[in-house]
């Protein structure tokens, strides 16, 4: 197909309709470009449980062959198990997957040797290019240069091994678990990972299925952990996990049925990762976490750090900082001795160390951490969104009690509130989140700004 990368090639990851905006053919194309741009001899390819996937991987693994380069498939994989296997083997690395977006997607999340991320100023500009020409003309003659070989691999266990080696497990209560893996990468990681702890796994939509049939693999949205939420309360469980399609993002229930705020877990982990480190080091969150979070980094010894939404910038704050632990609204969790990449694995390991460790449940154990009232993310179509950005902070600039940053989007901070809106990058929407000392000053701040952003 003559391929129209505009909407196909994102911010951090390639992603969009099979067949009609990608196909196998272009796959190739990407894995040639792939491997003539990060220079790679050999790389490391996995997928998710998308029926395109099997499909996909193994085209992209051609185009990387042709260009000399030695190929190590993993096959079924979680995206972090992906990022193992680039971390432990020293290779760039393709996962095939489109996360929680519906059944007839699928993308590649590309990054270099090491987990080292690949966006679009580390790579993907320049992969697209070369995938735009070669598209039009054809892929060059490489008659010279040696096809690579393709070596099959299993790295699941060893992935599970890595993760229970960073996390004291064996000395907890015995806990019970309820998994909503959504039909998703879960139901092949989970088992593995938790087989031997003193856990009683009640697993909920195990069963690999790329097409969804029982709700999107997106925890983040309510409606997706409803399931999750009446069987934690019918089980009498002590917690429930759901995990999104290819399982890299972990979202936690406690024993009341209550979603827990990703903030109030990044809080948690990067306190239990500062007390491995001896009360010290730098941790990354992005500015619309929770005020609860560089609260619980100070109180613990380490130093907080402040970026922009989005991987490829906590990512780089992790490398730049030397940071132990990372953490977004959205349920990605980073730790440098996972390669600074993010795995929601690693995050509910500690969880389940943290609520085993103790007598209590985990609604109390997160009251410490979960300190301030937030709205969560609102979206709103706006055409004009730098023009409204503009309305808003003019809306609040004659007052003594705010102030102002533009780190990503608006951020205005008053003495018991603070919100942020920012424009997305893909579609005509303003996202909002407010967060304040209680329920209704939040409501009044939320209610205040939507007005604006909604005129």
């Known amino acids: ?16 309709v099979v067949p009609d905006q990608w196909d196998e053919p272009l796959a190739e194309l990407f894995g040639a470009a ?5 220079e790679a001899d050999a790389i490391v390819i996995g997928h998710d449980m998308r029926p395109s996937s099997p499909g996909l991987a193994a085209a992209f693994a051609r185009g990387a062959t042709a260009r000399g380069a030695d190929v190590t498939l993993i096959g079924l994989c979680s995206t972090d198990q992906l990022y193992y296997a680039s971390g432990a083997l020293d290779l760039p690395g393709a996962m095939f997957t489109a996360s929680h977006n519906p059944a007839r997607y699928n993308g590649i999340k590309l990054c270099r040797a090491g987990a080292a991320p ?43 091994a890595h993760l229970l080696g960073l996390v004291g497990l064996s000395g907890i209560r015995p806990l019970k678990v309820v998994v909503d893996a959504g039909n998703g990468m879960g139901g092949h990681t989970v088992p593995t990972v938790f087989e031997g702890l003193p856990l009683d796994l009640v697993p909920m939509y195990f069963e690999l299925d790329g097409t969804f049939p029982n709700h999107e693999a997106n925890p983040l949205d309510p409606k997706n952990i409803v399931d999750l939420q009446a069987r934690v309360l019918a089980e009498g469980a002590d917690l429930g996990l759901a995990f999104d399609g290819d399982a890299d993002r972990c979202f936690v229930v406690d024993e009341r ?16 990762e500062l007390a491995r480190n001896g009360g010290r080091g730098t941790v990354i969150h992005n500015l619309i976490t929770s005020w609860s979070v ?29 940071a132990i ?14 390669w600074n990449a993010d795995t929601g694995m690693l995050a509910a390991l500690h969880v389940l160390a943290a609520l085993g460790g103790q007598e209590g449940p985990l609604s109390g154990l997160l009251d410490r951490y979960d300190r301030y009232t937030g709205s969560g993310e609102i979206n709103s179509t706006v055409d004009d969104q730098a023009g409204r950005l503009t309305a808003i902070r003019a809306a609040y600039d004659d007052r003594d009690d705010v102030r102002f940053d533009e780190l990503d989007g608006l951020t205005v901070t008053g003495t018991d509130w603070w ?24 409501a009044a701040v939320r209610d205040e700004v939507l007005t604006l952003v909604r005129a």
């Open 1 to 16: 197909m003559v391929a129209d990368l505009s909407q196909l090639v994102k911010a951090y990851d390639v992603r969009g």
């Open 34 to 38: 792939f491997v003539q741009v990060t």
């Open 118 to 160: 690949v966006g679009q100023d580390t790579g993907l500009t320049e992969i697209r290019t070369l995938v735009e020409k070669w598209s039009d003309h054809g892929l060059p003659a490489t008659a010279a240069t040696t096809p690579g070989t393709v070596t099959e691999r299993d790295t699941l266990t060893d992935y599970a």
């Open 257 to 272: 049925g209550q979603g827990v705020s990703p903030s109030a877990i990044t809080a948690l982990v990067a306190a239990r």
């Open 294 to 322: 560089p609260e619980v980094v100070r109180e613990n010894g380490g130093t907080p750090v402040r970026t922009r939404v989005g991987h490829s910038f906590i990512k780089a704050e992790m490398a730049e900082h030397g």
């Open 325 to 338: 632990f990372g953490g977004e609204h959205s349920a990605h969790y980073y730790f440098r001795d996972f």
């Open 419 to 442: 919100f942020n809106l920012r424009a997305s990058n893909t579609e005509p929407l303003l996202r909002l989140n407010v967060e304040a000392r209680d329920e209704r000053t939040m």
